[in-house]
């Protein structure tokens, strides 16, 4: 049954009280048309709950805009959701990938996933090419998909709002890695549900690293957003604590925007619900709102939160990744890096759930809370201590 408006409804009376679905929810292809966007396909996203999200197609099917009636859960940044064809790689000593970060989620890999690295290239036996030099976050980002569908499935009196692509990050004597995305929404749903699988289409062994950049911003965050994780461990800071304590900012609680503010970044280490869930959440308890990113340990060990509170690029990011923030150098040393021959895959799944009232986050923290209890402390120190990943399952 669909939940519409207060309403139960089957697909009948759906349909009675309609001439399209899409008065009410649906999926919507359009392209944008001005400025650095100008060019770029996207879908819209409309569950019916108040839920509205849209997909950019010509990077990575990556969600931009997310709302919740009217109240704006995702991140805008200055550079807005940039044309890829602008995008260069290479450039600004590898942090150019920072002219087209924006969005809720910034999908990053396939083969690298941290600061720039040159890292060696004999993999692919090709003797001119005896290193590859990644920039910030790698290229995944800003690759434009495939699009193979997209639309809305009945299944009895269920709807699911639904899309479905190919992002090929490809290269003569490289990597050939192919991500397999596909997005739901259910109709009357908070929810977003992302299926990712990454595949070695290429025949010669190829690294792979992946993690997900999930950002938002006002009105969510705001002075007094709390930041809700299973922790058992705060395992690295990106600074000193007397940084960290200079600007008067935990981990715990978040900031208005501010002026001069320097980024801090966190890796926290996890621990997961029986069924091997991993949920992480930010909540305003004065607009009785949040925002709860769900993933699983065996796919995504490692977590960062990051911290940029400046003003004008205003967000906190939830970060789930494959590997710690020591590299990928230190994960080939580390015998950590995942390593794909032909055919090979890897499987992602994610939960974005909106909570819309005071109950369900007071029943997300409480779920959280009864996996691991987060440190109490704003600046609790970090241990150092990085669990070995070459056991994952």
């Not at 997310?66 to 807005?80: L, T, V």
């Not at 030099?133 to 434009?144: D, F, N, W, Y």
Request: hydrophobic content about 35%; charged content about 20%; some cysteine.
């Amino acid at each position: 049954m669909v939940e519409l408006y207060g309403k139960t409804l089957s697909r009948r009376q759906v349909s009675e009280r309609s001439g399209m679905l899409s008065q009410f929810a649906g999926v919507r292809l359009m392209t944008l048309g001005d400025g650095v966007e100008r060019g770029i396909r996207m879908l819209e996203f409309r569950t019916g709950s108040g839920l509205r999200f849209t997909a950019l197609v010509d990077r990575a099917l990556d969600i931009a805009d997310c709302d919740f009636k009217g109240q704006a859960i995702g991140w805008h940044s200055p550079s807005g959701f940039r044309n890829p064809g602008l995008h260069d790689y290479e450039g600004e000593g590898g942090l150019a990938w920072a002219r087209s970060f924006s969005g809720l989620l910034v999908t990053c890999g396939l083969d690298h996933i941290l600061g720039r690295e040159e890292v060696p290239a004999d993999s692919y036996s090709y003797p001119g090419k005896k290193t590859v030099t990644h920039s910030l976050h790698g290229r995944v980002g800003t690759i434009p998909a495939r699009l193979t569908g997209y639309g809305e499935t009945w299944d009895g009196d269920r709807c699911v709002l639904w899309a479905e692509g190919i992002v090929q990050q490809s290269a003569v004597f490289g990597e050939d890695l192919h991500l397999l995305r596909r997005i739901e929404a259910d109709v009357g749903g908070n929810e977003i549900r992302l299926s990712d699988r990454v595949v070695n289409h290429g025949f010669n062994r190829t690294p792979h690293m992946y993690f997900y950049h999930v950002n938002v911003s006002h009105p969510l965050l705001d002075e007094g957003s709390r930041y809700l994780a299973p922790i058992r461990d705060v395992v690295w800071a990106g600074h000193d604590g007397e940084r960290y304590q200079a600007q008067k900012v935990g981990y715990r609680t978040m900031p208005a925007p501010r002026l001069g503010f320097s980024e801090q970044v966190w890796q926290h280490e996890m621990a997961a619900d029986a069924n091997g869930e991993v949920p992480v959440a930010v909540v305003n308890d004065h607009l009785g709102l949040g925002f709860e990113v769900v993933t699983r340990k065996d796919q995504l060990p490692c977590a960062y939160q990051w911290q940029n509170f400046q003003a004008g690029q205003y967000a906190m990011g939830i970060e789930p990744s494959t590997h710690h923030v020591l590299g990928n150098l230190a994960a080939r040393e580390r015998d950590e890096m995942i390593w794909l021959e032909h055919g090979d895959s890897r499987s992602y799944d994610a939960v974005f759930r909106v909570l819309d009232d005071a109950g369900a986050i007071a029943a997300a923290e409480a779920r959280i809370a009864s996996i691991a209890t987060q440190p109490q402390q704003d600046y609790p120190a970090p241990s150092g201590n990085f669990p070995g990943l070459a056991d994952r399952a």
